[in-house]
């Protein structure tokens, strides 16, 4: 009985071949058995594939591994190793490989260690991006063999260039995949890249960090404010406009109709009737008062008319004065009465004289 024992590392998704050699096919092939065996997390250990008879055998092979594992080509002389396809993280455990024959054995140990790269890591931050205040850079992976080691570092131009990191900044000792940064500046501005690194290989992800002026907030609050500050300015100037228009606008339209009982009388002067020059051109307010002039005449008129008929009244009543004595009516000068008429009949002739200028 012989024994050998080897150690393999492999990459999750890669072929691979455990070796397995004897020399018990030089005895009777009739009697020749193979048998592999896995001891992984499992108590007891599972049959891979076997040999025996003629025949091939898949007693414990489970639905990952199926289509996966075979053996070599030759086994029946002398190369019993087994081939994995597309390594998978449950590949891995302690394999045995058993050759027996006519009382003969040979043992085969090997470890296989299935490594699986690191996921793409995811890049965030926490914290306030503004001067003078703190944010946390973080970065994790999902899936990977473990152990995962995190690393940060400054992209400062387009070829990924490494640089350093700003004042105040440190690693989070206890959580490496943490870096913290203090009193930021806008110098703290810039790429920041993590990387994610295990046996099987690295990723790795990029977060932008812009840091904001402090005073920047109130200067754009400011603009803001007196940007709307103007906005109801302007209006409430044009609704003013508006307003004082249309109240103007009614008071011209209303002041015509208006009906004063205290206005005063307009001021008319004589002129010659002859001047059609002037009379053509007053106003309307000026042909207002002409016609007031010459209703004002007209009632001259027929107040004086009326003044001027006693004399042609049929009876003339007699007045009494306080002590009851009868007093005896004036008599009307013939003179008198002859003015009175021709001043009533001059009236009509001088109002149609009469023309405000």
């Given at each position: 009985?012989?024994?050998a024992?080897t ?5 999750a998704?890669?072929?691979l071949?455990l ?12 009697s020749?058995?193979i ?17 025996g008879?003629?025949h091939?055998?898949?007693?414990d092979?489970n639905?990952?591994?199926?289509g996966?594992?075979?053996f ?19 590949d891995?455990g302690?394999?045995?490989?058993k050759?027996?024959n ?9 470890t ?13 931050k ?9 944010i ?8 990977g ?9 400054r992209?400062?131009?387009e ?5 350093s ?9 206890s ?8 009193n930021l500046t806008?110098l703290a501005?810039?790429?920041y ?19 904001q ?14 940007a709307?500050?103007v ?7 044009v609704?003013?406009?508006?307003r004082?228009n ?9 002041s015509?109709n208006?009906?004063r ?11 010659k009737p002859g001047?059609?020059?002037?009379g ?41 004065d ?9 008599k009307?000068n ?5 003015k009175?008429?021709a001043t ?14």
């Amino acid at each position: 009985m012989t024994q050998a024992q080897t150690e393999f590392k492999r990459v999750a998704g890669a072929n691979l071949t455990l070796p397995c050699h004897h020399r018990l096919h030089l005895l009777n092939q009739t009697s020749l058995d193979i048998e592999w065996l896995l001891q992984n997390s499992e108590a007891d250990p599972k049959v891979v594939i076997t040999y025996g008879g003629g025949h091939i055998y898949y007693p414990d092979l489970n639905e990952e591994q199926k289509g996966r594992v075979s053996f070599a080509s030759n086994f029946r002389n002398g190369d019993a190793s087994l081939e994995i396809s597309f390594l998978q993280p449950s590949d891995a455990g302690a394999y045995i490989c058993k050759v027996k024959n006519a009382g003969n054995y040979e043992w085969t140990h090997i470890t296989l260690k299935v490594l699986e790269k690191p996921s793409k890591p995811k890049c965030w931050k926490e914290g306030e991006l503004s001067e003078g205040k703190e944010i946390i850079l973080q970065c994790n992976s999902v899936s990977g063999t473990k152990p995962i080691i995190y690393t940060w570092q400054r992209i400062i131009d387009e070829e990924g260039k490494a640089g350093s990191f700003p004042p105040m900044t440190r690693i989070n000792f206890s959580n490496p995949a943490q870096i913290i940064m203090k009193n930021l500046t806008r110098l703290a501005s810039g790429s920041y890249q993590c990387t994610a690194t295990n046996e099987a290989g690295k990723d790795s992800c990029v977060v932008q960090v812009s840091v904001q002026y402090a005073r920047n907030f109130g200067l754009i609050a400011g603009a803001a404010c007196g940007a709307i500050g103007v906005l109801f300015l302007i209006f409430l100037t044009v609704w003013l406009t508006i307003r004082r228009n249309q109240k103007k606008k009614y008071e011209e339209e209303e002041s015509p109709n208006e009906i004063r009982e205290d206005a005063e009388a307009p001021k008319a002067r004589l002129v010659k009737p002859g001047s059609s020059s002037s009379g053509s051109r007053s106003s309307h307010s000026g042909s207002s008062s002409t016609r007031s002039t010459a209703n004002s005449a007209s009632r001259s008129q027929q107040t004086l008319s009326t003044e001027a008929t006693p004399h042609i009244t049929p009876t003339q009543h007699s007045q009494v004065d306080t002590d009851g004595r009868e007093i005896e009516p004036k008599k009307i000068n013939h003179t008198n009465l002859v003015k009175i008429e021709a001043t009533s009949a001059m009236v009509p002739a001088q109002s149609r004289a009469f023309q405000t200028v």
